[in-house]
């Protein structure tokens, strides 16, 4: 079993950055396999909608970067939870850049007819912010089911931490270290 852990923050250490180190604890706890992509240090286009003209043989896109190891370990994984900071009330670049250039994934699946990443998986959700507005997280969590529903993985869980601006001050707060572990034990217990 392989739960793949994706983080979109810029700043390693970060809230976000240790919230999603607990979650794949928490899977690895279960004999899970983790691995976790730092979106931040890889070199990742926006999408450039040349997706509509045309896809490659696996209906991924066709820009040659570091996207293609991301559609790869994504189709490969068992489960996949996705880590963000908010910012300016939504998910962060690096998190929106890599959403976006799965748009290839929905043209393939909804107008080629060609299910990209067949089988279902389990997906959890993690998210921070420095304020405390909800509507903030709604927004985050609206894009990410509807990226998750695009690459077939079911929003099984989420972990929201709103009010943590300062680098790890997310390790004052043990109750929201232990929802992160257990969101990870719980995804890898849904994985197929």
């Avoid at 286009?45 to 896109?61: H, I």
Wanted: aromatic fraction near 8%; include cysteine; glycine fraction near 8%.
């Amino acid at each position: 079993m392989k739960v793949i852990g994706i983080s979109g923050s810029p700043r390693r250490g970060g809230n976000t950055d240790i919230l999603l180190e607990e979650a794949l604890r928490g899977a690895a706890s279960r004999g899970a396999e983790t691995e976790k992509i730092v979106l931040n240090e890889l070199k990742v286009s926006p999408c450039q909608e040349e997706e509509y003209e045309n896809v490659n043989d696996e209906g991924l896109s066709v820009v040659d970067d570091d996207m293609r190891t991301v559609f790869r370990k994504v189709r490969e994984a068992d489960a996949l939870i996705l880590a963000s900071p908010v910012f300016f009330g939504s998910l962060s670049a690096q998190t929106k850049i890599m959403i976006d250039r799965f748009q290839c994934v929905w043209l393939a699946k909804n107008i080629l007819k060609r299910d990209v990443f067949a089988g279902r998986r389990a997906g959890g959700f993690i998210c921070v912010e420095a304020t405390s507005r909800e509507d903030f997280f709604d927004n985050a969590r609206s894009i990410v089911r509807h990226f998750f529903a695009t690459i077939n993985v079911e929003y099984k869980k989420e972990v929201f931490c709103p009010g943590v601006a300062k680098k790890a001050a997310v390790l004052d707060h043990p109750n929201v270290l232990e929802r992160a572990y257990e969101l990870g034990r719980g995804i890898a217990g849904e994985a197929r």
